[in-house]
């Protein structure tokens, strides 16, 4: 299979808003892949390639400055071979070698296969098909059901292992993958709700649990071995000695856990730490910082001595995890009052938390898409920021000016940038903003046009942590865009201080 292929099909993929047209382009082309072109071309697809973080930025891709060719000439093997040999390449002269490297693989690409190989290294691939329209399209592709094909991906926690299964040995093949211990799970994931109270009249009996401002993570145990898996299914057991250490203290021989790592006392009554520092640990390598001061909370348990819980209503699988893990267990209540699940957010976020999640009491565990059986409930911060910069997209953004450098209002008056975003822009709004800025236009440094700071734009955001990258000592977390506002005034944009305020 050649990448000349995966290009066409994703190119229909990003030209439809149907799911179920997306879904019969990727069934297509995934029923004439061959058995050792399943696994690479499903990462391929959903954006995220088997290797994982191939440490190639924007600044090396666009570095390599290589004329298209002819194209039509790279198989996918080939594409993963090298981006295998990518990941490898460390050390001192690795960024030479590394744009030797992808200027060969470049040179054989016409136009359109450098920019999907581009955006596919740097992991900004977006051409409208995520990992569950992929999952479909793989059901399709293997004439199985979609729910088998979900759960199967699910418990074999890798969806192009569990697609060439499918493909090779059908039902019967996908109903003999299991959950097992120290093999880590695809999470289940969550909606959003406007607010606790809509999130339990929509539902009805809910459990409504804290929402820590962690790190997800999954613990698995079977016979003292223990395995600390990633919401992205990396295994991180080494950097996390204490959770270890609890994990083989359980009176348990195996058990499958899904919870939050976070720093500070979090729920023994300290501060808990916010999550730029709780990462910041984490990421700590060196073996003389030990990371001590993170813990582990849990709010789900999938597996416990021989027996699986996936099928079994959550305010079950609540009792037989709060039985195992007793203090460490995220707090909460079950409830189908909305407003005891109000009140109960109002103390989470007292507490120095991040919300709540309102799930439905009798809820299975299911990973795939985001269902509405679990919803997260978060405060969200609107505020009125200045636009100083924006960037032409790419890939489906093309030809439209789209991430958006966003500023504030410093102690002297001056415009501080604070952050960027591209969420939240419909194609409207992006044609709007597209012809508007063009006139604002200052300058152009490489993609980057600089404009006079002449329009608002309301953005709407979780909060902000520390950053050293923007000039305003911040950076906003999970900023969106909410609407353009050129009825408002830049002299009346939000103080670089509000922002501050919500360190």
Known sequence: MLVRDVVDATTVVAGTTKRMEKRAALAGLIRGAEADEIEPLVGMLTGDPRQGALGT??????????????????????????????????????QARRGDLLAGVFARCDAEEQNFIGRLIVGELRQGALAGVVTDAIADAAGVGAPLMRRAAMLRGDLGAAGRVALLEGKEGLTSIGLRPLRAVQPMLASTAESARAAVADIGSSSVEWKLDGIRIQLHVANRDVRIYTRNLNDVTHRLPTVVEFARSLDVDSAVLDGEILGGGALDGEEAEVFQDTMSSFGREAPDRQRLDLNAWFFDILHIDGRDLIDTPLVERRAALESLVEARAIPGVVTDDPELAERT??????????????????????AGRR?????????????????????????????????????????????????????????????????????????????????????????????VQRSTRYPGGLALRFARVKAHRPDKDVSGI???ATLEALL
């Open 345 to 366: 957010f109002d103390e989470a976020v007292a507490a120095g938390h991040e919300g709540v999640m309102v799930k439905a009491a009798d809820s299975l565990y299911e």
């Open 57 to 94: 930025g924007w600044a090396g891709v666009a570095r390599l400055d290589v004329a298209p060719g002819a194209g039509g000439d790279v198989t996918v093997l080939e594409l993963d071979e090298a981006l295998s040999e990518l990941q490898l390449l460390t050390g001192p002269g690795s």
């Open 371 to 463: 269902g509405k059986a679990w919803r997260k409930v978060k405060p969200v911060h609107t505020y009125d920021l200045a636009i100083l910069a924006v960037e032409w997209g790419h890939g489906r953004r093309q030809g439209w000016l789209s991430n958006l450098h966003l500023g504030a209002r410093g102690a002297d008056g001056s415009l501080v940038m604070v952050g960027k975003t591209f969420k939240g822009l419909t194609d409207e709004m992006l044609r709007w903003q597209t012809a508007h800025l063009q006139g604002l236009e200052v300058v152009t440094e490489g993609h980057t046009v600089w404009v006079r700071p002449e329009l608002v734009v309301e953005i709407a955001l979780d909060g």
């Open 494 to 496: 939000e103080a670089l």
